[in-house]
């Protein structure tokens, strides 16, 4: 009995999978349920988002709800907490960082859907969009908003959400939701940033949703910059500079 060229690389294919493939599947689902079972035992009430194999040999990325990355070995003995570099020739690369900025992205990108930001979008040519974590009531973000103007010449458009860094029930944290609630919260956020008085006003809005979002992704102080790759960068930075380092200057 003679055999075609595709039925025997069906075979092969069958070969592989039912060979090598299928023990590698199995091996990797038992690492990650051993690794799950450790860490739930050790840490209750963890909750795992997702897991994958580092890139360094024999450690595995794990994910946690709060945004944390974590490292284990895949026995489970050994778990460490902090960034996982990768020496090259010329320097480094911080690998957990790049991880960082993959999921600060997708996490910011799932809550937009949902609205609710205040806009100030880039006048003619749209050239990049950036998110702004911004405090009414800090001076480097007035000094921001200041260039505003400037930054939407240059193609820029601008996403705002919430940080009031003082915390749910404080007045700045009041004074954000009034200029949310306001009937044109683009300009009440202009008056407000200028240090002029908003009404005062309240209704179903997202700043307190918009400052966990913040706290989970990494944001610790205000302005912080979040590019369109998920890059963090924290505080002020002037228009001109801003638009070189993104390349259309």
Not at 53 to 67: F, L, M, Q
Not at 162 to 187: H, I, L, N
Not at 228 to 243: F, H, I, N, Q, S
Request: hydrophobic share 40%; net charge negative.
């Amino acid at each position: 009995m003679s055999f075609s060229m595709p039925v025997i690389s069906r075979f092969i294919a069958v070969a592989l999978f039912s060979g090598l493939l299928l023990p590698a599947f199995v091996a990797a689902a038992d690492i990650e349920e051993r690794i799950t079972q450790r860490l739930q035992t050790a840490v209750p009430g963890l909750q795992i988002e997702s897991m994958a194999p580092a890139k360094a040999p024999g450690i595995y990325e794990v994910r946690t709800n709060s945004g944390q990355i974590v490292y284990a070995t895949e026995d489970a003995e050994y778990l460490f907490i902090g960034d996982l570099v990768k020496l090259e020739s010329a320097g480094y690369v911080n690998l957990t960082e790049q991880a960082r900025t993959s999921q600060r992205r997708q996490t910011i990108n799932e809550h937009a859907k949902n609205g609710g930001l205040i806009q100030y979008a880039a006048k003619g040519e749209q050239k990049v969009v950036i998110d702004v974590f911004t405090d009414i009531d800090c001076g480097y973000c007035r000094k921001l908003h200041g260039e505003m103007d400037e930054l939407n010449e240059l193609g820029i458009t601008v996403n705002y959400f919430g940080f009031p860094r003082s915390g749910p029930g404080t007045e700045s944290f009041r004074k954000y939701v009034s200029v949310w609630c306001a009937k044109d919260p683009q300009a009440a956020m202009n008056k407000a940033k200028s240090g002029g008085s908003v009404s005062s006003a309240d209704c179903a809005n997202p700043v307190a949703e918009q400052y966990n979002l913040g706290r989970l992704v990494g944001v610790t102080g205000t302005p912080a910059i979040v590019l369109e790759d998920g890059t963090l960068m924290p505080g002020y930075v002037p228009a001109k500079t801003l638009a070189r380092s993104l390349g259309i200057l």
